[in-house]
């Protein structure tokens, strides 16, 4: 079964830390780009983060740029993002999505019509 699967969410206070993970089955990560979305209740989903299949070019929204990397090991087909001084409006369900042929800002640009969704887990930032 091809898939991805986010973990790493939870409950934490304003300026606290989590690392997500977003591990993939059934196909390798090699040969796509890999992106963070998130989405508040009320809100559209948006692009938070994404990292290019190759180079390792990221892309950061304005609002986490400075707090929030991004990363991948191929070898394990594992995609992580290490999340920092986390406030209250980073909170809601973050998924990460996989889509080929694309740079890390045109994959963030985008909501939807990728080739790869993960469930999501939840993020919580509250104290």
């Known amino acids: 079964q091809l898939q991805l699967v986010e973990s790493g969410g939870g409950l934490v206070q304003p300026g606290g830390s989590l690392r997500l993970s977003c591990v993939a089955s059934g196909f390798t990560l090699d040969y796509y780009a890999i992106g963070w979305f998130r989405q508040a209740p009320g809100k559209e989903r948006e692009g938070v983060s994404c990292i290019s299949s190759s180079d390792g070019t990221t892309y950061y929204t304005n609002s986490v740029r400075g707090r929030f990397t991004i990363s991948r090991r191929n070898p394990k087909n594992t995609v992580y993002l290490q999340m920092n001084s986390l406030k209250p409006e980073d909170s809601g369900v973050y998924y990460c999505?996989?889509?080929?042929?694309?740079?890390?800002?045109?994959?963030?640009?985008?909501?939807?019509?990728?080739?790869?969704w993960g469930k999501g887990t939840l993020v919580t930032v509250s104290s």
């Open positions: 999505a996989a889509l080929s042929g694309v740079t890390p800002l045109s994959m963030c640009s985008r909501r939807y019509g990728m080739d790869y």
